[in-house]
């Protein structure tokens, strides 16, 4: 019995170069398919791009001055600048409680808050004019002496405001 050799390339001679193509084809052809079924899977837009907008907004608490207890200290030399400055605020809204002379003297005014009193005290440190970095937590060693009972923010006057 004789041997049978492969197929069509027994009855037909093809060229090398055309044998090479009709594999790659077919290497290309499983691609394009593989290719079309993974397409097929993807949501459509994957396909079909869409334009998205984000809107973030953010929410500024309103702040009551009146709700807020605000004693004023001298922290210099200048008589009177304690009562100027809680006269300033009770205008401005503020509930003001009486003006005191403070134990120490501070070189630039602070504004220092009870927990919780933080945005407030930057409403209040701006309704005098004064920077951000003005306020700052209310501790023991901020005020002397020690506020008054239902106190949220004490402003301790420096030269700055002062003058």
């Not at 630039?108 to 407030?120: E, F, W």
């Amino acid at each position: 019995m004789a041997k049978r050799t492969g197929g069509l390339q027994s009855l037909v001679k093809i060229p090398p170069e055309l044998r090479r193509a009709v594999r790659g084809g077919s290497i290309g052809l499983a691609m394009f398919v593989v290719g079309i079924v993974i397409f097929a899977g993807l949501p459509s837009s994957a396909y079909h791009p869409t334009t998205t907008t984000t809107t973030t907004t953010t929410t500024i608490p309103v702040i009551n001055r009146a709700s807020y207890r605000v004693q004023v200290y001298n922290g210099t030399a200048v008589n009177g600048a304690a009562g100027a400055t809680t006269n300033k605020l009770r205008l401005a809204g503020w509930a003001t409680m009486p003006a005191v002379t403070s134990n120490t003297t501070v070189v630039s005014s602070i504004v220092a808050y009870a927990p919780g009193d933080l945005a407030a005290a930057v409403l209040c440190a701006q309704d005098l004019g004064l920077p951000a970095s003005s306020v700052k937590r209310l501790t023991i060693s901020t005020a002397n002496p020690l506020p008054a009972t239902g106190t949220n923010i004490v402003v301790i006057i420096g030269p700055d405001l002062a003058g």
